[in-house]
């Protein structure tokens, strides 16, 4: 790979690309463009944190896991963050089970050398606190959101989010899994994604879900999903949103 291709493949991550090129080139020879297959597991619970992954095009989701082997999401990570974030945060250890939901891409670093380059307290630094807001805003307004709106509201929101991470207007899921996703019954799901189907926002066939009226679903959706968006826009976007 050249140097101006691997600049431009590095760019797809969004928070490589907010980086100074200084701080890329001293993590340049240790980042890895590495295939993620769809249900791969990046991290068990537990799991000691060896590598960090910045996605470029493939999408994971973060779960919480009871010891009765029950489950819910509680983040979804594509191009504009990273995965591992728990190996700057003072515990070597995930607490969550994190695993491939769209295949793609991602750039992996080591753990040593990550933290060679975040611990100079440098840019990198201050990118990960701003990010690691931006991250919990998001869990924070899923739990409300699982525990307070509508399930066909939980559907739209988790649509968005997935929609803004992939390739394109479809997402490969089935109803079983987002019942997983979301943590509620699986003809919950069914009725909800249903109910869009029929007002002609989305098209759902055999495992994969075609996202026909963007406007539709963010006309439907709870306020949780605008203040997710807005977060990552100050994080990726508008720099002055929050100082660190």
């Not at 440098?122 to 990118?127: I, T, V």
Request: charged share 15%; with cysteine; hydrophobic share 45%.
């Amino acid at each position: 790979m050249s140097v101006n291709e691997f600049e431009h493949t590095l760019n797809l991550n969004l928070l490589l690309k907010s980086l100074p090129r200084d701080v890329l080139l001293r993590m340049g020879s240790g980042l890895e463009l590495v295939d993620l297959k769809m249900g791969q597991v990046l991290y068990e619970t537990s799991q000691i944190i060896s590598s960090v992954y910045f996605p470029t095009t493939a999408v994971a989701s973060m779960f919480c896991v009871l010891e009765n082997k029950d489950s819910a999401e509680i983040a979804i990570v594509g191009n504009e963050g990273m995965l591992g974030v728990f190996l700057f945060m003072s515990q070597h250890a995930s607490p969550s089970y994190t695993v491939v939901q769209a295949a793609g891409q991602a750039y992996r670093l080591d753990a040593s050398q990550f933290n060679s380059e975040f611990y100079r307290t440098g840019p990198l630094f201050k990118l990960m606190l701003r990010y690691i807001q931006a991250l919990i805003t998001q869990m924070t307004q899923n739990a409300v959101c699982n525990r307070h709106h509508s399930i066909d509201q939980q559907l739209c929101r988790w649509l968005l989010l997935s929609l803004d991470r992939a390739q394109g207007n479809e997402l490969v899921m089935t109803h079983e899994h987002i019942s997983a996703m979301l943590g509620v019954r699986r003809v919950g799901i069914t009725v909800a994604a249903g109910k869009l189907q029929a007002a002609g926002l989305i098209q759902y066939n055999r495992g994969k879900i075609l996202v026909l009226s963007r406007k539709g679903l963010e006309a439907r959706v709870c306020e949780c999903y605008p203040l997710v968006q807005r977060e990552f826009e100050c994080l990726l976007g508008n720099q002055s949103c929050h100082s660190v």
